[in-house]
């Protein structure tokens, strides 16, 4: 407005505009030497040894994943924001926020967030690959194909970079021979390599495992990598081409199951899961998904079924997190809180987070309750049939005039009478008195 007011209409446009440049980029220049002057005066009064220090918690991913299982979203949004605002530079922060951002079908922040990981670190493998596989998704091929290509000439012995791009080829129809035999069989030459930069070896999910992963086939190595980035068309493209090649193996089988189950198609999780318990048998990494599938669906009490046998089984690993707490919450709806406090006591005994130690902590209260409704109700029949007694022994002298002697019968002595300690209550026998 003041600019407006200073330049006059009869002003040329030229000069008008080249004034306004010059004022505006004066004052900013002005604004910025304020407020770096300001900052190191409150800098320097801050820098006593009582200044408060924020920790940030190193489970802060943990917390979050735990939170989108129990479907929490607001929760795991900010511890992935808390973690982002404690490094803001760190790649690994921005793509776990991608990931997120897939899992609640934010598509658009999802590639914002790959683009800021490649910003923070330019030679990220897996931000570039995660940002090109986005772009394929939405059909930019020619850009996606750009950022695939980088990822295989920084690292030419990245087998997961090689069937990605080898995946991207299937996907567009590129041209047998050209580039799809090619990159495959680097692929599987990386697989040979005893130093390939595989990516499988990371942490599992908290839903599914990756223990069914034969580390002899590029194409379930590569789904798995695809499926912890929440990629799932890409990971459901390179499960075909398993299948095509060993046919309805259980460890295909397992991670269809986990492909529908982190898309939310449950049914054909169940499906592939029940297919899988048929060729291989029951172990605790099917039966928890399938536990997690049911939990999902709302069958708590399949669900129970399926987490009791996945707990109990003797081949399970120590840390069944999700199982434990689903398990907790699925017997806390019944109303069985005991069970319903072991559960949760083991899922923090073994990783402890605010959610069990909630779970814990309500299922206690429970239970305390329950046993102060039961006290309650017990010393009130105790009162009641003991004033009953009275009033029945009452009305037994009033009316029998047979003689009776009184029974004192000792417990704990607690009124002393005549020389004798006994308790204040008792009981009266029908005795003549034989005098």
Not at 119 to 130: F, N, P, Q
Not at 238 to 252: Q, Y
């Amino acid at each position: 407005m003041l600019l407006d007011q200073k330049f006059e209409k009869h002003v040329s446009n030229v000069e008008s505009v080249e004034s306004q440049n010059f004022v505006a980029s004066t004052y900013t220049y002005l604004v910025e030497r304020m407020h770096s002057a300001l900052n190191k005066i409150v800098e320097s009064r801050l820098t006593s040894d009582y200044s408060p220090r924020i920790t940030i918690c190193p489970n802060l991913y943990f917390y979050a994943e735990e939170a989108h299982e129990l479907g929490h979203t607001d929760d795991a949004r900010r511890h992935h924001q808390a973690a982002i605002a404690a490094g803001e530079k760190n790649p690994v922060a921005w793509i776990k926020y991608a990931i997120f951002h897939l899992k609640v079908g934010d598509v658009e922040r999802a590639k914002e967030c790959s683009r800021e990981a490649i910003l923070s670190d330019r030679r990220d493998k897996i931000a570039l690959s995660m940002y090109g596989l986005i772009l394929a998704g939405e059909r930019n091929y020619r850009e996606a194909e750009v950022f695939l290509r980088i990822v295989t000439d920084l690292y030419p012995r990245f087998l997961e970079g090689w069937v990605n791009l080898h995946l991207f080829y299937i996907r567009t129809d590129h041209c047998p021979g050209s580039g799809t035999d090619t990159t495959l069989r680097i692929a599987r030459k990386c697989l040979e390599d005893a130093d390939g930069g595989t990516e499988v070896s990371g942490d599992d999910p908290l839903a599914w495992t990756t223990i069914y992963c034969p580390r002899d086939s590029v194409y379930t190595i590569a789904a798995t990598f695809l499926l912890k980035l929440h990629l799932c068309d890409f990971a459901g493209i390179a499960l075909a081409e398993e299948m095509s090649r060993v046919g309805r193996a259980t460890h295909v089988l397992y991670y269809l199951a986990v492909q529908h189950y982190v898309s939310r198609r449950y049914e054909n999780a169940l499906s592939h899961l029940q297919e899988a318990r048929r060729t291989y048998g029951m172990d605790y990494s099917i039966s928890g998904l399938m536990g997690h599938c049911h939990f999902q669906r709302g069958d708590f009490e399949e669900a129970v079924r399926c987490y009791e046998f996945a707990s109990t089984v003797s081949s399970r690993p120590g840390d069944l997190h999700l199982v434990r707490t689903r398990m907790g919450l699925c017997y806390e709806d019944a109303g069985d809180y005991e069970r319903a406090l072991r559960a949760f006591l083991g899922a923090c005994d073994t990783s402890p987070t605010a959610e069990t130690w909630l779970g814990a902590g309500v299922a206690f209260y429970e239970c305390a309750l329950l046993l102060l409704i039961l006290l309650q109700a017990m010393f009130a029949t105790i009162s009641c049939d003991r004033r009953s007694s009275e009033d029945s022994r009452y009305r037994i002298v009033k009316e029998d005039e047979i003689p009776r002697v009184k029974i004192k019968v000792f417990r704990k002595p607690t009124e002393e009478a005549d020389g004798e300690s006994f308790a204040t209550w008792g009981y009266w026998i029908k005795q003549p008195n034989r005098r």
